[in-house]
């Protein structure tokens, strides 16, 4: 079963715009909730990620929201540049302590972000 | 760049054929995860190995392997290659005595079967 979905699957954005990503998630033992970025012909990279105990973290230009009780997150890339074209993940993960959850990841099916001069 | 590397970077084989790709760890890390990302798709999770054993499994079937080694190196091997296993395998690694839980990616193998 699909127990993560991205949106949207695809984005243009101007230079200087805001992009902005979605997940959401059915687990509720998921309590690690990374955003990968991955370049064509490379592994993904973690970009940001963000703990259930507080409800946004930002890094430079990148942000993550995160409401537990929708069980959604977010990306938000601000002032977005031509090198931020890359495809984007959520791959949210389990509580060590879940044994049934823990160690079989997750990734959504990716944004590719497309940054437009 | 990451730590984390993978043999060989690109590989044909045909179909019915065996094959084994290799992942280095990045130093220091105890836990290696594999993925299968099809052209277009997501990483899917194939399985992960923590000290030596297998610790979770993702939907892939039993021809689908893997070893993880006392250096915490690893191998996946897939037996009976079909069509549908061509893809981009990633290996990463992570150390899960930290609260991180960050994976980090090698470049990945592409393999093509033909």
């Known amino acids: 079963q699909q127990q993560v979905k991205q949106s949207p699957q695809s984005l243009i954005v101007q230079k200087g715009g805001i992009s902005i990503i979605n997940c959401a998630y059915e687990?509720?033992?998921?309590?690690?909730f990374p955003w990968y970025q991955q370049f064509p012909g490379k592994g993904p990279a973690l970009l940001i990620a963000i703990r259930p105990d507080v409800s946004e973290k930002k890094e430079g230009r990148f942000t993550i929201s995160f409401n537990k009780s929708a069980k959604q997150f977010s990306l938000h890339i601000m002032d977005s540049q031509p090198g931020d074209s890359a495809t984007y993940f959520c791959?949210?993960?389990?509580?060590?302590?879940?044994?049934?959850?823990?160690?079989?990841?997750?990734f959504g099916a990716g944004t590719q972000v497309v940054v437009t001069p | 760049e990451t730590g984390v590397t993978q043999s060989p970077t690109h590989l044909i084989k045909t179909r019915g054929q065996q094959v084994t790709l290799r992942c280095s760890s990045q130093s220091g890390h105890n836990t290696v995860s594999w993925y299968q990302q099809a052209l277009g798709q997501g990483p899917q999770f194939i399985f992960q190995?923590?000290?030596?054993?297998?610790?979770g499994r993702g939907n892939f079937p039993p021809r689908f392997s893997g070893l993880q080694f006392p250096n915490y190196s690893s191998e996946l091997n897939v037996n009976a290659l079909e069509l549908d296993d061509s893809a981009l395998y990633l290996c990463?690694?992570?150390?899960?005595?930290?609260?991180?839980?960050?994976?980090?990616f090698g470049p990945g193998t592409r393999l093509t079967v033909l």
């Open positions: 190995y923590y000290r030596e054993e297998e610790n």
């Open positions: 990463a690694s992570s150390l899960v005595s930290t609260s991180t839980d960050t994976q980090y």
């Open positions: 687990n509720t033992a998921f309590d690690y």
């Open positions: 791959a949210p993960e389990a509580k060590k302590t879940d044994a049934d959850s823990w160690g079989k990841f997750q």
